[in-house]
């Protein structure tokens, strides 16, 4: 069964034309996260959600945002995307519970944007 | 800043061969991972470790961590083709997660 899953697989969008990335999961985690992974580099984080506490990595471009309107979805909103934003975007959870002791993270399949 | 270093970062063996794969990382953390991610796909995550001495095995890999040193390794023992793919080591200092570049390792036959 699918824990953590991404839509669409495949996006394709124009040059500054708004896209949206969504990401839902099924495991009632509290920590959510956004990483980009351009072609043979390693994951970057972009930013994530404990609950609804938002934080944001410094080095995030302003052109990334992010919603998570409840528990099991999140948003990435890319406003104006540039040739350089292709790549694929991870959405990963975990639980974050310090008690639990459970920080594994479990990552969805990701979602491959090209941007013409 | 949190850095992460990862070497080697290309590494061809044979089956059956052993090798290690080596992360330094730059400051104290709380969590260190392994992943494992085939091409065109996700990360798979393949290791915890939480603690200085920690030492997790699963089949052909077993993974460690010296906090002290600053330092984790990926041990491969006995080396099958289907161990081939890219592993990251990542690193968590409150929840800002910083990646190694990975190592691509491929086994041949």
């Known amino acids: 069964d699918a824990m953590v899953i991404q839509n669409p697989r495949y996006q394709v969008t124009q040059f500054g034309k708004p896209v949206t990335l969504s990401c839902s999961q099924t495991?009632?985690?509290?920590?959510m996260y956004w990483y980009q992974q351009k072609s043979s580099q390693a994951p970057k984080l972009l930013f994530h959600?404990?609950?609804?506490?938002?934080?944001n990595e410094a080095d995030t471009p302003d052109n990334f945002q992010s919603r998570r309107p409840n528990t099991s979805f999140c948003f990435l909103d890319i406003r104006s995307p540039g040739l350089g934003d292709a790549a694929m975007y991870l959405c990963a959870t975990s639980k974050g519970s310090v008690f639990l002791n459970s920080y594994e993270q479990y990552f969805g399949p990701g979602t491959r944007l090209t941007v013409t | 800043e949190l850095k992460v270093e990862q070497n080697p970062l290309f590494l061809s063996m044979q089956e059956g061969k052993n090798y290690t794969i080596y992360c330094n990382y730059s400051?104290?953390?709380?969590?260190l991972y392994w992943y494992r991610q085939d091409p065109g796909k996700s990360l798979e995550s393949l290791f915890v470790?939480?603690?200085?001495?920690a030492v997790k095995q699963e089949g052909r890999l077993m993974a460690s961590l010296d906090t002290k040193a600053r330092l984790s390794t990926l041990h491969i023992t006995a080396a099958v083709h289907d161990l081939s793919a890219t592993y990251f080591c990542a690193v968590d200092k409150s929840k800002d997660m910083r990646f190694g570049a990975g190592t691509r390792l491929t086994v041949k036959p």
């Open positions: 495991l009632n985690h509290n920590v």
């Open positions: 470790l939480l603690s200085n001495g």
């Open positions: 400051t104290t953390s709380d969590r």
């Open positions: 959600y404990y609950d609804k506490d938002f934080n």
